[in-house]
């Protein structure tokens, strides 16, 4: 009895290690995903070696299977916590240097303190999808965002790796609305029947339009989670930072207007509080490796108890990638699909609305994932996943894909339910999958961080790494909306050098968006020298991803001379807004060195 007593208590207090695993090949990852290891996040494989977090009873399996691996780090809570609490102060300095630089540079800001593009392109109301420089927007920290540091949260002890905990998430939303009433909703159970996690919490949801308090079912709809998985800290950070970016430009950035008066945005910050709680309950200053929810049947290790909340939805329930026999494995899928609490507050949710696009954010990986994470059958909107992939990533280079092809199965994913496809049996489990939500709602897995930047990000990031990390993430936050919503491209087709007095002003317009519009351009003059310009007819019936040619008739003054600046207004709209507007400059028949 002693002997099995000291055993539970050893068993209880298993630590997670990094460990590196040399000469990866398929079958080892395949080997791994029967032992219930999760291959999605916080999984890094470099030159065929791979780096990844594991407890003491997965190490012990994996070496049953005959796979060797050698130990970086045999702690990683203690890790975590005193990396956070050594860099803490230098990540407080650095966000204060940012929004300090950002007040000074007001005087000049255009967008996020990025000039114009360029000196032949001076645009008045832009977009990010618009953007094309050579470097990303070096987004303005919102002045309201801050870390959980003794300079915001000087009454607290221990400051949660520098992740704001969750009763300060909740605050965070109270203050939200009490700045801007007129743009964010009160908070709210994300259920329509009220339900509660299994230890009695709210799942909390916030909508950001113009008109929070109420759902307006003609606008475009968005939804945005994280802390689906509660030891994943960046993620609910990152969605602050977008949070208080939206509220805080809302007045300054025309483009931001347009879309939050247009627009409704759903935000469900902490989706498992259950889990999120325990982690700051068991590791006060971060580090805590809680990643299912509370769930417990107990028997199991410190971080063992509890469901994979990432494999409880129902399309391809139990069909590999995950463990449906081992309660204590990281990725057990629970008794049935929607067996939890948590899981079917966020079914329920998704059911009372339309959203054509979610991004359901998790760390660490640097990779935008999507559909089939738990089948191998073709994906049935490649093109619009492929295009938004590249949009979404252009600059923070994240690797982009279908889980199948970029991590490993894990059936019962988040993601591929709410896109849904043809009904099936999942082949492990036998159970009839159904065909996902019905919602067909393109959705995403944003794995934000890398484990080797900075001295490691990991699922609690160096706190210097918090805001680089939330940066990252803004271009998809934006245009997962954008993208819901009727949205077109304008494209400048006309060469820069104009040499006859008639002729015609090329453009192409790109519709990017998942909601129906039609869309005007009209061009006007600017410059003297110019008589007329006829617009483009209005363009109706584009399906996503179309692209038009259009041309807009100009004819020039007789009097013109060479290498005269010839300057023209161009403003792209749908059926309710601008999305675009710049003031264009060619030159007249130029001498060309």
């Known amino acids: 009895a002693i002997f099995l007593f000291i055993a539970q208590i050893t068993f209880s207090q298993e630590l997670y290690k990094k460990v590196t695993i040399p000469n990866i090949n398929q079958t080892t990852v395949s080997q791994l995903n029967e032992l219930g290891i999760d291959m999605t996040c916080g999984v890094s494989i470099v030159n065929n070696s791979m780096t990844i977090e594991l407890a003491e009873h997965q190490l012990q399996e994996i070496t049953q299977k005959g796979i060797y691996y050698n130990v970086l780090i045999e702690d990683m809570t203690k890790f975590y916590s005193e990396r956070a609490i050594r860099n803490l102060p230098v990540a407080a300095a650095e966000i204060e240097r940012e929004k300090s630089l950002k007040r000074s540079n007001q005087s000049f800001k255009t967008k996020g303190n990025v000039l114009a593009k360029s000196l032949t392109i001076n645009e008045l109301i832009n977009n990010i999808g618009q953007y094309d420089e050579c470097d990303e927007i070096d987004w303005s920290v919102p002045d309201n965002w801050n870390l959980n540091d003794s300079d915001s949260y000087p009454t607290e002890t221990n400051h949660f790796g520098g992740c704001l905990t969750y009763d300060m998430v909740l605050q965070e939303l109270d203050d939200m609305k009490a700045l801007y009433p007129n743009l964010i909703s009160k908070k709210k159970n994300a259920s329509p029947t009220n339900q509660l996690t299994i230890e009695g919490r709210t799942v909390w949801m916030v909508r950001i339009s113009d008109n929070p308090e109420v759902d307006e079912p003609t606008e475009p709809e968005t939804l945005y989670q994280s ?164 949009d979404m990533t252009f600059y923070n280079r994240y690797a982009h894909g279908p889980s199948t092809s970029i991590s490993g199965l894990n059936s019962g994913n988040m993601n591929d339910w709410m896109l849904g496809g043809p009904a099936g049996v999942s082949s492990v489990s036998g159970t009839p999958t159904g065909i996902g939500s019905g919602k067909h709602t393109l959705s995403w897995t944003p794995e934000n961080g890398l484990g080797s930047e900075a001295s490691g990000s990991g699922f609690w990031p160096d706190p210097v790494n918090f805001m680089p990390i939330a940066k990252r993430a803004m271009r998809a936050n934006f245009l997962a909306a954008y993208y819901s919503g009727k949205y077109a491209k304008l494209i400048d087709l006309t060469n820069s050098d104009l040499n006859a007095l008639t002729g015609n002003l090329n ?71 601008v999305l675009y507007e710049a003031n264009i400059t060619k030159y007249y028949n130029p001498s060309t060195i």
């Open 227 to 390: 802390l689906i998985h509660s030891r994943e800290s960046a993620t609910v950070m990152n969605q602050l930072y977008f949070m208080w970016y939206l509220l805080e430009n809302y007045d300054s950035d025309p483009a931001i207007k347009n879309m939050i008066n247009n627009h409704a945005l759903y935000f469900i910050p902490v989706f498992n509080p259950d889990g999120f709680v325990y982690n700051e309950t068991i590791a006060p200053n971060g580090g805590g490796l809680q990643r299912k929810n509370r769930n417990t049947s107990g028997g199991c290790s410190t971080y063992g108890d509890g469901i994979d909340l990432n494999r409880n939805s129902a399309y391809y329930w139990g069909n590999g990638g995950s463990d449906i026999a081992n309660n204590c494995n990281a990725t057990y899928a629970g008794t049935g699909p929607f067996s939890e609490n948590e899981t079917q507050i966020m079914r329920d949710f998704v059911y009372e609305h339309d959203f054509k696009l979610a991004l359901n954010h998790h760390s660490f990986k640097n990779v935008m994932l999507h559909g089939y994470a738990g089948v191998g059958i073709e994906n049935p909107r490649p093109d619009e996943y492929s295009k938004y992939n590249h």
């Open 507 to 577: 453009f192409g317009i790109e519709f990017l968006g998942q909601s129906a519009s039609n869309f005007t351009l009209t061009v006007t003059p600017v410059s003297s020298n110019i008589t007329s310009i006829v617009s483009p007819s209005t363009q109706s019936g584009m399906a996503t991803l179309e692209q038009r040619n259009v041309s807009a008739a100009y004819t020039l003054d007789g009097s013109i001379q060479p290498n005269d600046e010839i300057e023209f207004k161009v403003t792209l709209s749908n059926s309710n807004y």
